[in-house]
């Protein structure tokens, strides 16, 4: 059983020239057993006056050379989530590619990078201390965790990134097994132990059936495909 986040599968098929595997041809996709997004987070570099992603936006015009963003890791979903604010903003920010999380977020909080897009359940501690400011998330709604912080899409740019972490089966798993595990996930995700251990890494339960993972990774791939392409990003084998 593989338990994955959903960049191997959304991702990487369109950043990789040469993957060893079809995520739908050599697996078999039981369902998401939790959700989250991220969260676009600025530190001391920016005016403490740019209170919202428009501001910041509008920041990165005046000072173009300034506009970059640290990632989590190259190719991954922060990465091309900031592509995303890019193409819908028309502003080029150039990605800083970081080893995980915290040492992007520790150059956005000295001031050394403007930006980072992160997971919220690492950047929501730094938000609520006061070291970074969280100008918007990415979910199509706002999240539970931080109600008081808008969306991109509420602050007016068309950009929804919601992030998973899925259960995958061999390819040709037999239907019985398949059920079996979806209705093991189904219970667990109404489990209020989950959902209060989840709680604390800022991400929701969730269910879908094998079949509804499976039209949502086909339209994560159709939707990451042009974001990859215009990005002109290339992963090294």
Known sequence: MLFTPDFPMTLYPHSFKSLSYEPLRDFTPVGPATTSMLSYNVGPAVPASVKTLAEYVQWCKTNPDKASYGTTSAGATPHFAGVM??????????PVHYRGGAPAMQDVVGGHIPMSVNPISESMPLHQAGSLRILAVTGAKRS??????????????????????????????????????????????????????????????TFQTPVQFTETIKEDLKRWGPVVKTSGFVAVD
């Open 144 to 205: 539970q965790f931080l109600p008081d912080v808008p969306t991109a899409k509420e602050s007016g740019y068309d950009v929804v990134v919601e992030t998973w972490l899925g259960v995958f089966l061999p390819a040709k798993m037999p239907e019985d097994i398949v059920r079996a595990l979806s209705t093991a996930m189904s219970e667990a995700s109404r489990s209020a132990v989950m959902r209060d251990n989840l709680a604390k890494f800022a991400s929701e339960p």
């Open 85 to 94: 604010l890019s193409n819908e903003t028309k502003v080029q920010m150039n």
